[in-house]
Nanobody, 125 residues
Framework: VQLQASGGGLVQAGDSLRLSCKASERTIVPYVMGWFRQAPGKEREFVATISRGGTVRDYADFVKGRFTISRENAKNTVHLQMNNLKAEDTAVYYC???????????????????WGRGTQVTVSS
């Protein structure tokens, strides 16, 4: 499977953005999906993950209550709805995939073996 993230942009603090991750060449049904981000000078970090069927979701503490991950398996797409954006959310956002089992979510960056090209999110304060 190949992944392509989109939807980034330049917004003001308090605004919202919706990122999408479109998969090609293969269905995402067997895959646990995740979103990660990398700010300038920092390591890539976990943001959110969703199980194969979309019933289990997990988030980094710093986005709980503001971000929502979802998936549309029929469209081979995963979304990240980001509300109440803050300047510290500025980063390149990446989606990732790893084949998993029902109900599984994955936070560890090292366990993902498929990565998409990122999309830049810039939040001005």
């Amino acid at each position: 499977v190949q992944l392509q993230a989109s939807g980034g942009g330049l917004v003001q603090a308090g605004d919202s953005l919706r990122l999408s991750c479109k998969a090609s060449e293969r269905t995402i049904v067997p895959y646990v999906m995740g979103w990660f981000r990398q700010a300038p000078g920092k390591e890539r970090e976990f943001v959110a993950t969703i199980s194969r069927g979309g019933t289990v979701r997990d988030y980094a503490d710093f986005v709980k209550g503001r971000f929502t991950i979802s998936r549309e398996n029929a469209k081979n797409t995963v979304h990240l709805q980001m509300n109440n954006l803050k300047a510290e959310d500025t980063a390149v956002y990446y989606c990732a995939a790893k084949q998993g089992v029902t109900g599984q979510t994955i936070k560890s960056i090292n366990r993902y073996d498929v990565w998409g090209r990122g999309t830049q999110v810039t939040v001005s304060s």
